[in-house]
């Protein structure tokens, strides 16, 4: 055991003090009355040592980080996720360093850290913030025993093309889902008090409108109008500011033309002027550097000038706030004032976290033994079951009883590669495989890849085999999609298809006739008009993480009923998008969606309507809605109205339905969506049980961005509507007065 590590053994972690916010204000001030314009700078910025390259004593200083360190130029760390190389450098802010100020510690852990859960945007389709909320605590539980001080998430990005591949990190294309998981996300990771010995910081991203990105081409330009901004993309962000978030992440993109990093629209008119955030702003990766690739300036130096005084606190690994800040307050170009604000909004998170209480919070001797906790592997089996979505059970081909013989075929069939993207530091050997998972349900099952997920030479030899092991089989279970490393950041794809000769196998098995159910594996809604049209079963299966094989098992087995609800559109082609439930009603609205309404908004080749709408998701049994009412049909001001529905399970086994409630405004002074999803309620019934579900249907509910630029109801008529998903018909009229 070396050193440190001795040293490390000896940490201790007493609870820390919960400080009030006037006492580490004084004590902010305090501390910074001590600083010189230096070292007020160097808390601005975050460098990126490769964790890898820290190994024992020796530090990779190719990104200067001990340097940055020494010479107080540095307030945190991103990607150092090792007790002993954060202890390290920690040791050296703290003791050898005029003032010790304590770093943080930064990491994307989005969907887990050792314990994976599913991808967010699977467990969005849980439309569960309860479960959400336990996920983050346990990520934050692990992480806060691996040295990380804050996450990179929730990534609350709402996203309309499944082209960009980060829709795996987002909880889908309705503003206010996102706003109800980005808070439960929060919840999870901060808990009741940062100082809490396993409670980290939630930096939520990418503001804003990253997820607007033209033609889902990774890093590509937003161009929002002001009314789309706030109605679609800013409420989220919103609602995590109200949610006490420690710090927001500027986005890469531009919105109206400015890149987010450097925008005082976003970063200060809004941010700070209009909601009032204390927390402090950070920019992506090298988004400071990446304003001159905008062509906002060439000048390095005006990079620095434009970020700080747009509100930008913290860079993020490219330095030019330490090379140029105080040159600049030379010349009279920033003000030291402002530098002090972005300071104090660095000092005060750490006075939040307790690290100047304990610089050491974070750090444990061997943290192997806080890590995939048996409860937390059960949580993970739980999201994974509720983040499963039924797309089609033809012939109730689905659930399979377990007598039967089941042939499990494809490129996921077999592989533990099921983290997903933004992994964490999740390991591919503690996931469980679909064919493991299969076993472990009992199922008398044999697995054969079938071919690879890229298309290779050694395919048509697979596939050879998978047809023979098929026709022995009596249920064919395809593990079909995308493979992880084409989700997630930089994957954006121009084509949604099944990649590789995947299409060829299936439809090659497709010629045996037997029963076929397609489990998809994808970070992303993919096409799957062909899939739908020819297999009797369709399950989306996302990537699930930890316990994928259990989960899949468990719903087609029928021990789990499934419940999840999508929460994207899925394009029937490419063609299509954006296509999403929120859109606007256009002057020549077609009532058929055509194909080929004419001369109204449709196309010539296939109707409007997604394959499968936002909100969607079949369960093993059958419900019913009716009865549908309002306790009054007119209210003014303040006046509320309760809108009811009875619901009965009219199937052959208990369910749970996620029932969604709907606005629409039949006129208003601006163009309003066709639909506004405004509420959910998950309903567990018995067979042939009916339950009342209610919703109270207020002003602000029916409020929007009106041609005055105020939230308003204007005096309108409504329709409210409840439903299983967004194509739902069925509603009451409401007037609403001012
Ligand atoms: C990346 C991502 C951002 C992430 C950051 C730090 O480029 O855009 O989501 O948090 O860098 O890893």
């Given at each position: 055991m070396n050193l440190y590590e001795e040293q490390i053994k000896k940490l201790s972690h007493p609870p820390l003090p919960k400080r009030r916010k006037e006492e580490i204000q004084n004590l902010v001030a305090e501390l910074l009355s001590k600083m010189t314009l230096r070292e007020k700078i160097g808390q601005l910025f975050q460098t990126a040592p490769n964790d890898a390259h820290i190994e024992g004593l020796r530090f990779d200083d190719s990104h200067g980080t001990v340097q940055y360190i020494k010479e107080g130029l540095c307030g945190s760390i991103l990607g150092v996720h090792t007790p002993i190389n954060a202890y390290q450098l920690q040791r050296i802010a703290v003791e050898e360093t005029r003032l010790g100020i304590p770093l943080f510690f930064g990491l994307d852990i989005i969907h887990g850290c050792r314990t994976i859960f599913p991808i967010n945007l699977a467990m969005s389709c849980s439309f569960n913030p309860e479960l959400i909320e336990k996920a983050s605590s346990v990520a934050a539980a692990e992480s806060a025993h691996t040295g990380i001080s804050i996450t990179y998430s929730p990534m609350v990005d709402v996203v309309r093309d499944p082209r960009w591949g980060r829709v795996m990190e987002s909880n889908g294309e309705d503003s206010y889902l996102s706003r109800i998981l980005g808070r439960a996300y929060i919840r999870g990771y901060q808990q009741d008090d940062l100082s809490g010995n396993q409670a980290i910081g939630a930096c939520v991203k990418h503001f804003a409108g990253y997820g607007a990105v033209e033609a889902g081409r990774e890093y590509n330009s937003v161009d929002l109008s002001d009314r789309q901004l706030r109605m679609n993309y800013l409420p989220a962000y919103q609602s995590c500011v109200d949610e006490d978030c420690a710090s927001i992440m500027s986005s890469f993109n531009v919105i109206d033309g400015v890149p987010s990093t450097c925008n005082r629209y976003l970063l200060t008119d809004i941010l700070r002027n209009e909601w009032g955030y204390e927390g402090f702003v950070i920019s992506d990766y090298t988004s400071t550097f990446e304003i001159m690739n905008h062509k906002i300036t060439t000048d390095a130096k005006e990079v620095a000038k434009l970020c700080l005084n747009a509100g930008l606190d913290h860079e993020m690994v490219s330095n030019h706030y330490i090379t140029y800040l105080e040159e600049l307050v030379r010349e009279n170009q920033v003000d030291t004032h402002t530098i002090e604000e972005s300071c104090k909004r660095i000092l005060t998170f750490k006075y939040k976290l307790g690290l100047f209480d304990n610089p050491y919070k974070y750090i444990y001797h061997e943290p192997e033994q806080y890590m995939q906790l048996p409860e937390y592997r059960e949580l993970a089996l739980e999201i994974a079951k509720n983040s499963i979505v039924l797309l089609k059970n033809e012939n109730q081909?689905?659930?399979?009883?377990?007598n039967k013989k089941v042939a499990l075929i494809g490129p996921a069939a077999l592989t533990k590669n099921v983290v997903g993207g933004w992994g964490g530091l999740g390991r591919v050997e503690e996931c469980v495989s679909f064919y493991e998972g299969m076993k472990n349900s009992g199922y008398d099952v044999i697995a054969h890849e079938g071919c690879s997920f890229e298309g290779a030479e050694h395919d048509d030899q697979l596939m050879e085999e998978a047809l023979r092991i098929a026709a022995e089989a009596e249920v064919l279970l395809l593990a079909i999609g995308e493979p992880d490393y084409l989700t997630g950041e930089w994957s954006s794809r121009s084509e949604l298809c099944l990649t590789g000769r995947q299409l060829e196998l299936v439809a090659r098995l497709k010629l045996l006739g037997k029963p076929m159910i397609g489990v998809i594996f994808s970070g992303r809604p993919l096409d799957l008009t062909w899939c739908t049209d020819n297999l009797d079963g369709l399950i989306y299966g996302w990537y699930l993480g930890n316990e994928t094989g259990n989960a899949l098992a468990s719903v087609i087995s029928g021990d789990y009923n499934p419940t999840g609800k999508l929460t994207m559109s899925f394009p029937r082609r490419v063609g299509q998008i954006p296509v999403y439930y929120n859109q606007l009603p256009t002057g020549r609205p077609s009532l058929t969606g055509g194909p080929r309404d004419l001369f109204k908004s449709c196309y010539t080749d296939i109707p409007n309507s997604p394959l499968y709408p936002f909100g969607y998701g079949l369960s093993y049994t059958t419900f019913n809605y009716k009865n549908l009412r309002l306790s009054t049909n007119c209210i003014k001001g303040l006046e509320e109205t309760v809108v009811s529905v009875d619901i009965t399970n009219t199937g052959r086994c208990p369910g749970k339905i996620i029932s969604q409630l709907y606005i629409e405004a039949l006129s208003f002074s601006v163009s309003r969506p066709v639909k506004e999803f405004k509420g959910f309620e998950h309903t567990y019934l018995e067979v042939s049980e009916t339950k009342t579900i209610s919703f109270v249907i207020n002003r602000e509910m029916l409020s929007y961005l009106n041609i005055y630029n105020e939230m308003t109801p204007e005096n309108r008529t409504y329709r409210i509507f409840i439903g299983s998903?967004?194509?739902?018909s069925d509603y009451q009229q409401l007037e609403y007065k001012e």
């Open positions: 081909v689905l659930p399979v009883q377990k998903d967004s194509s739902t």
